[in-house]
């Protein structure tokens, strides 16, 4: 089945996406696939695609500055997620110090490896050209799976469902992870699924912009970035002294033996303190936290914070992190609003930032409901609005104690956790088609009214 709205071939796709992957290291975005397999549907060559690929800016910021063997390990990377043996590497830098040009040496390794029946290589590259072309289906046709509702936005998060999408392969749903605990809020958003697919989060960095975390507790401290930093104090301790943060943290990467884990929990967190020990923060810490996160290797920053008022410098950081391919995760606010608060509003504006509405048990526990106390989307134009657990979910506080927690600040990380989550389980997407992911694979709530066009 043709997954764009301009008829292409199969072939034609295939050829496209797969040419994205080894030249870029991503699957496409929706234009680009849509622009290129028109082209080879319609008489262009693969190769000559392969030989514009291989002038244009992006491919060059890549690649330009490396020698032919360095260039050759870059392309197996980005194709086949490994270095190249090394007959393989001595046959194709060969190749490409002869005078072979690297386009026809990108598109030989990438058809080839696409079109192995049932070997590791073979089977790698098709399922990341199929979900590719999935998601730049979803992006096109727009779909999702839940209506837009100006109260719950897009629903409940679905890690499971999203997973799924991302890799273009059903995943079992209903698996449990036996934790003890009663803490509901992993089991209701399906991450216990991810997990037993073996999808931790592992090699993504969460950044946690709040008001640290508690050092002294182990179950926190097991994968910590090394651009730790204070920005209240500025210096490098960023050891929590209100406890919001550690209870934030908890939610993605708790990994404890007593059987609380976190969402995300095999990712990296990159502390960044720009709350005191009264809750509050200025909003030139804030703009100084999201870029310093940026530019230090952050793939997700969690904002469990907001106010009332807009700011044009927190804007322009969290274009900067859409420019840059980081993912903001924001929480709506708490006052039970018909809008979201700031800076999660801005979600309306920037295509990688997520707002996060609050869900709850109903009374008898059967049910996800929309927490009272949580502010609604706001909008009748759909925008990036989702949900999540965020009433009475367990989290650690200060000195290890565990302690139900109730608020958006609880949702949005584990929005921020799922977004780990799925990069984790297919690196090669871009910010973009995971918030697609995201948003197209929730699921609707009860008592909530959807706008039905």
């Not at 392309?75 to 090394?86: F, K, Q, S, W």
């Not at 990994?255 to 967190?269: D, E, I, T």
């Not at 509405?357 to 996800?368: F, H, K, P, R």
Request: glycine share 10%.
């Amino acid at each position: 089945m043709n997954p764009l709205s301009t008829p292409v071939s199969q072939f034609a796709l295939d050829s496209a996406t797969e040419l994205y992957l080894g030249f870029f290291g991503r699957a496409p975005d929706t234009a680009g696939l849509s622009f290129w397999a028109s082209q080879i549907t319609t008489g262009t060559s693969p190769l000559a695609v392969a030989n514009n690929f291989a002038q244009s800016p992006e491919f060059i910021a890549q690649y330009g500055g490396l020698s032919p063997s360095a260039q050759i390990n870059r392309i197996y990377d980005d194709i086949l997620g490994r270095a190249p043996d090394a007959s393989g590497a001595q046959y194709w830098t060969s190749k490409l110090v002869s005078g072979t040009p690297i386009g026809e040496i990108v598109w030989d390794l990438v058809n080839t490896a696409f079109n192995q029946q049932q070997t590791a290589d073979g089977l790698l590259v098709q399922g990341k050209v199929h979900a590719g072309e999935l998601l730049a289906s979803a992006v096109v046709n727009n779909i999702p799976a839940v209506p837009w509702s100006a109260v719950s936005g897009f629903g409940e998060i679905n890690v499971a469902s999203a997973l799924a999408a991302a890799l273009n392969t059903p995943l079992k749903q209903g698996a449990v992870l036996k934790t003890g605990l009663g803490d509901w809020q992993t089991s209701a958003a399906h991450f216990q699924d991810a997990w037993a697919a073996g999808y931790t989060g592992k090699g993504v960095v969460i950044a946690e912009i709040d008001s640290g975390i508690d050092l002294h507790n182990a179950a926190l401290t097991q994968n910590l970035s090394a651009f730790n930093w204070n920005f209240v104090n500025n210096n490098a301790n960023v050891q929590d002294d209100n406890g919001h943060g550690t209870a934030v943290a908890s939610e993605m990467i708790a990994n404890s033996s007593n059987g609380l884990m976190g969402g995300a929990y095999g990712s990296q967190l990159m502390v960044l303190k720009a709350i005191d020990a009264n809750g509050n923060g200025s909003e030139a810490n804030l703009v100084n936290a999201i870029n310093y996160a940026v530019n230090n290797g952050a793939n997700v920053i969690n904002l469990s914070l907001g106010g009332n008022t807009p700011n044009a410098a927190e804007l322009t950081a969290l274009n900067n992190a859409a420019a840059h391919g980081v993912i903001v995760c924001m929480a709506a606010g708490n006052s039970s609003a018909s809008t979201a608060q700031y800076p999660a509003i801005y979600a309306q504006q920037v295509a990688t930032a997520i707002a996060v509405g609050a869900t709850a048990l109903n009374s008898d526990s059967s049910n996800v409901a929309f927490a009272s106390n949580s502010n609604a989307a706001g909008s009748t134009a759909a925008y990036h609005y989702v949900d999540a657990p965020g009433t009475h979910v367990l989290a650690y506080g200060l000195n290890g104690v565990l302690e139900t927690w109730t608020g958006t600040s609880f949702a949005a990380p584990l929005v921020s956790a799922e977004v780990a989550v799925v990069l984790s389980a297919h690196t090669s997407l871009n910010a973009t088609q995971v918030v697609q992911a995201i948003t197209n694979t929730t699921v609707g709530l009860v008592g909530v009214q959807a706008l039905v066009a």
